[in-house]
Nanobody, 123 residues
Framework: QVQLVESGGGLVQAGGSLSLSCIAS????????MGWFRQAPGKEREFAAA????????YYAASVKGRFTISRDNAKRTVYLQMNKMKPEDTAVYYC????????????????WGQGTQVTVSS
């Protein structure tokens, strides 16, 4: 299994930007689909974005499409989430996850998870 550590969370004003990183250790990084999920207080964890193991397919939740960009650097074993035009409803703990190819947006398909990083968007 791969171990994942997120970083880059923090406090940002509405309309601002934040970039998250997730570095992986162990496993064969370039064989994993990578996803970002988030969980707001009192709500269930939800899908935000994912990128295929090859990096040629990207998937986004409707709520973040056009504002968030997921990317990966296999040489650095790192996946990124660039968040622009942020809204208060983006406030959540953001989790990085690794899964087998074709995991897409299904959380149940991801079997390695990071500890999460808090993102807070003030209005």
């Amino acid at each position: 299994q791969v171990q994942l550590v997120e970083s880059g969370g923090g406090l940002v004003q509405a309309g601002g930007s934040l970039s998250l990183s997730c570095i992986a250790s162990g496993g064969t990084f370039n064989r994993y689909d990578m996803g970002w999920f988030r969980q707001a207080p009192g709500k269930e964890r939800e899908f935000a974005a994912a990128v295929s193991w090859v990096g040629d397919n990207r998937y986004y939740a409707a709520s973040v499409k056009g504002r968030f960009t997921i990317s990966r650097d296999n040489a650095k074993r790192t996946v990124y989430l660039q968040m622009n035009k942020m809204k208060p409803e983006d406030t959540a703990v953001y989790y990085c996850a690794a899964g087998p190819p074709y995991s897409g947006h299904g959380a149940e398909r991801y079997d390695s998870w990071g500890q999460g990083t808090q993102v807070t968007v003030s209005s």
